[in-house]
């Protein structure tokens, strides 16, 4: 049964800082990955998804690295704001299906 | 501004009740999804169908909720009876094959938040 980590639960930095938040997973055999925004109350917003073959996908400051072989992703936030505070999920789509395994996610907090 | 909307987006109701929440997926979209959230639990699937058929309910508490789609702009989710342990948010998702390099990416709606008392 696949399981999807996310550490840390939570994360608090200054404005500006540069920041990693990492997922991972028990079960190489996935279709894709994808990370979600979420703002409290809200739904979920796709930020970047990138497929099993794919090592990386990339959109304005944020990036998202895949390594299937050791289980992991990261997402890296450049020059981070304050409204980048929120939380991120990271779901994993099992292969043969589109359904997604979702992790517990990290609730970010830019500080001003 | 293609988007998964739901209704209603708020939901009181006592337990015993029936209740009925809908999502409209994005059009052309093959691919609906159910899920819950709790704070407990985080995101899980409930149910999901595949051009209008159903693939997998296996998420979901069979003798109380069924999910259905009459036709292709319209899924419905529905709990009979309400217990106090469904308060959760629920959301529909919709995907659908963007390219065969990229594949399928799953869109979110705003969720209904169900409360049972």
């Known amino acids: 049964k696949q399981e999807v980590t996310q550490i840390p639960a939570a994360l608090s930095v200054p404005e500006g800082e540069n920041l990693v938040l990492n997922c991972s997973f028990t079960?190489?055999?996935?279709?894709?990955l994808q990370w979600f925004r979420q703002d409290p109350g809200k739904g979920l917003t796709s930020l970047l998804l990138?497929?099993?073959?794919?090592r990386e996908q990339t959109s304005g400051r944020l990036n998202a690295s895949l390594d299937k072989s050791s289980g992991r992703s990261t997402l890296y936030i450049a020059a981070s704001q304050p409204g980048d505070s929120a939380t991120y999920l990271c779901?994993?789509?099992?292969?043969?299906?589109?359904?997604?395994?979702f992790g517990q996610g990290t609730r970010l907090t830019i500080n001003p | 501004d293609a988007r998964v909307t739901q209704t209603p987006r708020h939901k009181v109701t006592e337990m015993g009740q029936e209740v009925t929440m809908r999502c409209q997926p994005i059009?052309?979209?093959?691919?609906v999804f159910w899920y819950r959230q709790t704070m407990m639990q985080g995101l899980e699937l409930l149910a999901y169908?595949?051009?209008?058929?159903?693939?997998?309910d296996s998420g979901m508490p069979k003798d109380r909720f069924s999910a259905e789609m009459p036709d292709a702009t319209l899924a419905t989710l529905k709990i009979q009876p309400s217990e106090p342990r469904d308060s959760a948010v629920y959301f529909c998702?919709?995907?659908?094959?963007?390219?065969?390099?990229?594949?399928?990416?799953?869109?979110f709606g705003p969720g209904t938040r169900l409360t049972v008392l």
């Open positions: 998702a919709s995907g659908g094959l963007r390219s065969l390099i990229i594949g399928n990416e799953q869109f």
């Open positions: 079960d190489s055999a996935i279709y894709n």
């Open positions: 990138i497929q099993s073959s794919q």
């Open positions: 779901a994993v789509g099992v292969q043969g299906a589109q359904k997604l395994v």
């Open positions: 059009l052309g979209h093959n691919t």
């Open positions: 169908f595949r051009n209008r058929a159903p693939l997998d």
